[in-house]
């Protein structure tokens, strides 16, 4: 198993998803070496090294990210995946099977570009252990879950359906050097469910995770936090679910649990919906340990969360807020700057809510455009409006921004009205020094989040560089 990813910001991801399927295809039986490119200085030669010495009969390629996202500063990943599958095909006759979240989003341009013949799309462990197990390539093309290059444009996986695969435990610590990894950031990842099963104009997770929540066995959730605490020196868990607090009644049943087992971590999730919080749900999660969480709105303006399909509108983004505010636990507000409808009336009324709403222990993400996908409403209103064009496959960043702004007048709009130093822009996060600092900060215990220390960090990437200071890579 090869994870690909080598991206650092806005912290390097542990490869949880590669892990998870590495750990399957031990269970079933496989003899299973996992190679992670993230800190390896030269990412070819280290393939190469580990062909040689392993040599084996099949090869697991992770790719969890197609680019950076980033209107402003795109950045694809492919052309060193591709370096990798290159460096591959020149030492290794081995069967090739390709997955993870980049390659759930796009299969067939992944596979032309990569040149390669089978993806899977959605989760792995089965496909990959069935995979694998195939006696002869065109038996492996016809496993549940696997795209081949030279199959329909259309085929895709089987629906997921039914409850997560609960026998196996990702066991990250076995497979991946977690100590590198927490030396950049102390939060290890954990997954309670899979899916999401709304419908929001631009988003990928249905393809990615399925179109309805998947849940695990908290039980095994639990389980799985407490091996991690005995194997590693993790204390801080990050749940990565599409929606934390979805759907109704699981983040209870996954916190009493906690409570229950008496596991002394800390927690924070990766995106809590602003649907339906109550004031008991954020009592239950300070006291199972929760801190901080990042919370999705994407827009603080009914016209645009209308546009964007989000299922709820400005008083739940409000409301929520108001609850938060008077919670212990810290919320880092994500907006989507420049959706349909977007104008200069919709962005006011997020910057009123950023006024209002950012508290001192709070902060905001602006990612500014929108990256469009195929196969999502945000794709058919571009191509309405002429933003791309029919003939573009979309595997190189294209991006949606509303015509009714320009992403200059956005940023002046955000920069003059916001009165305080709170939102962290999407580009700041790539900016070099920040993995020092974050190493710097994990060094010297610092407690966590790190995004609470933004505004410290970019005056102090700005003193570093106005003294000629030459910041090492992320
Ligand atoms: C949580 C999350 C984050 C968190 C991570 C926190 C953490 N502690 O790990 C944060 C906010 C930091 C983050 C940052 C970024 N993210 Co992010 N993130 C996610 C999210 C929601 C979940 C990822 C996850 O951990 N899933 C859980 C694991 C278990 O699932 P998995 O990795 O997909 O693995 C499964 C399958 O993919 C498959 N699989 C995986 N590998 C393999 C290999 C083989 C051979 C097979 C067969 C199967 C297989 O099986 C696995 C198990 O079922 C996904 C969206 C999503 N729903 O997937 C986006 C997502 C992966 N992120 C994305 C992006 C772009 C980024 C950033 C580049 C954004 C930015 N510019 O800052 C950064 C990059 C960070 C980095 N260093 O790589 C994109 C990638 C798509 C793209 N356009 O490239 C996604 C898909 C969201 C989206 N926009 O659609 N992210
Ligand atoms: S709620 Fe989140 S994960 Fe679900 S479709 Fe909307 S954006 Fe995607």
Redesign the pocket.
């Given at each position: 198993m090869i994870s690909t990813n080598r991206e650092t910001a806005p912290q390097p991801a542990v490869p949880l998803g590669a892990a998870w399927v590495a750990e399957a295809l031990r269970q079933a039986g496989f003899h299973v070496r996992f190679l992670d490119l993230c800190f390896e200085r030269e990412p070819v030669a280290a393939v190469v090294a580990a062909l040689t010495r392993f040599a084996p009969d099949g090869i697991a390629l992770s790719v969890r990210n197609l680019d950076n996202c980033n209107f402003l500063a795109p950045k694809s990943y492919l052309p060193e995946v591709r370096d990798v599958v290159r460096a591959i095909k020149g030492h290794s006759g081995a069967r090739v099977l390709i997955g993870g979240a980049g390659v759930s989003i796009l299969p067939h341009q992944v596979l032309e570009y990569l040149e390669l013949d089978h993806a899977v799309v959605g989760e792995g462990e089965r496909a990959a252990v069935e995979f694998f197990s195939a006696g002869n390539a065109d038996a492996a093309g016809r496993v549940a879950g696997v795209v081949c290059r030279n199959g329909a444009p259309d085929q895709q996986s089987a629906p997921l359906r039914g409850h997560c695969d609960q026998s196996v435990m990702p066991r990250l610590h076995e497979w991946v050097d977690a100590r590198r990894y927490l030396a950049q950031e102390p939060v290890l990842p954990v997954q309670g469910k899979r899916g999401?099963a709304?419908?929001?104009l631009y988003?990928t997770?249905?393809q990615i995770e399925g179109e309805s929540w998947r849940v695990r066995d908290p039980s095994a959730v639990v389980d799985e936090i407490i091996e991690s605490m005995r194997q590693t020196s993790a204390r801080e868990f990050e749940f990565v679910d599409?929606?934390f607090n979805e759907p109704e009644g699981y983040l209870e049943l996954l916190l009493e649990e906690v409570l229950r087992r008496d596991v002394k971590a800390r927690f924070c999730a990766s995106?809590l919906?602003p649907k339906g919080v109550t004031a008991e749900q954020l009592r239950l999660m300070e006291r199972a340990g929760m801190t901080s969480l990042v919370i999705?709105p994407e827009s603080a303006a009914g016209a645009t969360l209308a546009a964007l399909q989000k299922g709820f509108d400005e008083d739940d983004v409000n409301r929520t807020a108001e609850l938060l505010g008077r919670s212990r636990l810290r919320a880092l507000w994500c907006f989507l700057v420049g959706g349909p409808k977007e104008d200069e009336e919709t962005l006011g009324q997020t910057v009123a809510f950023l006024n209002r709403h950012v508290g001192s222990k709070d902060g905001a993400f602006i990612t500014t455009g929108l990256r469009i996908y195929p196969g999502t409403g945000l794709h058919l209103l571009a191509l309405q409006e002429g933003a791309v064009h029919a003939d573009d496959d979309l595997l190189m960043p294209s991006f949606y921004f509303s015509p009714q702004l320009t992403p200059e007048r956005a940023r002046a709009l955000l920069d003059r009205g916001v009165h305080h130093g709170r939102c962290i822009h999407l580009t700041e996060t790539q900016a070099l020094g920040l993995g020092t600092l974050r190493r710097i900060g994990t060094a010297i215990g610092l407690p966590t989040p790190f995004w609470r220390y933004a505004g410290y960090a970019r005056g102090a990437l700005r003193t570093w560089r106005g003294q000629g200071g030459d910041p090492a890579r992320r």
């Open positions: 999401c709304h419908r929001c988003c997770y249905r599409s929606i995106s919906s999705t």
